[in-house]
């Protein structure tokens, strides 16, 4: 619970949005891994009117990992990976 994320929950709200990941139609769960500490969390969301909505079927996210440059320097990212299946 945080003020970003009551904001966020306003304009949800505000503007009559569905939040698919919060959906029995969304699987994966993490968007965020801290560097510093592990720790996992979500910061992307897919946000849908709940007319679009109705046409999702099934929404995955994940987190790939990836090597920014091919060197030995080079530090292994996430990045964040969205499939979204409709009608």
């Known amino acids: ?13 505000d503007q009559s949005l569905v939040v698919v990941n919060f959906s029995n139609k969304s699987s994966g769960t993490w968007t965020h891994v801290f560097r510093t500490t592990g720790r996992m969390s979500h910061l992307d969301y897919a946000l849908t009117s709940t007319d679009f909505n109705k046409n999702i ?11 920014l440059l091919a060197s030995k320097r080079a530090k292994v990212r996430p990045f964040n990976s969205f499939q979204i299946t409709t009608l």
């Open 1 to 13: 619970d945080s003020p970003n994320g009551r904001l966020l929950l306003n304009v949800v709200e």
């Open 57 to 67: 079927i099934n929404m995955t996210m994940r987190l790939v990992w990836f090597d």
